[in-house]
């Protein structure tokens, strides 16, 4: 199943986070927070509070133009680990990268910073201003 492509505008307003995630000491995670103790276990995971540019971002890149419902987690992730395949991605591609990237905090707390820390959402919007 496809879904439309981005317009020329929200391809724009993607790309308008690469200079809040460049910006020198950017840190997508504001703190982690205990959700309370037990007799000094944790009762659950922590929760992470990430930065507002860090939502807005993920919030954008999950709607339904970006999403690529038949993506393959790890197919996806030997492209965005590729810098050849990021650098030459047609849309379909970016969109299957960011499909990745924007799940993966549903299975996996602190996802979304590893992707950017690790420059993967950078290299996705450098390709993406391209096109």
């Known amino acids: 199943m496809k879904t439309d492509n981005p317009s020329h505008a929200e391809i724009k ?6 200079h809040v995630f460049n910006q020198e000491g950017f840190q997508p995670i ?21 930065h507002e540019e860090v939502l807005s971002f993920f919030q954008s890149a999950s709607s339904d133009h970006w999403r690529d419902p038949d ?4 197919i996806a992730w030997e492209m965005l ?10 849309i379909e ?3 299957t990268m960011l499909t990745y990237c924007s799940r993966g905090e549903r299975f996996c707390s602190g996802h979304w910073a590893e992707m950017i820390e690790k420059g993967y959402i950078g290299k996705l919007l450098d390709r993406l201003s391209q096109l």
């Open 93 to 95: 591609q970016i969109k």
């Open 71 to 74: 993506y393959q987690p790890e």
């Open 13 to 18: 307003k993607l790309v308008s986070f690469l």
């Open 81 to 90: 680990q590729n810098d050849s395949v990021v650098q030459s991605a047609t």
């Open 30 to 50: 504001l703190r982690w927070k205990n959700s309370g103790h037990h007799n000094g276990e944790a009762l659950s995971e922590p929760i992470l509070e990430y």
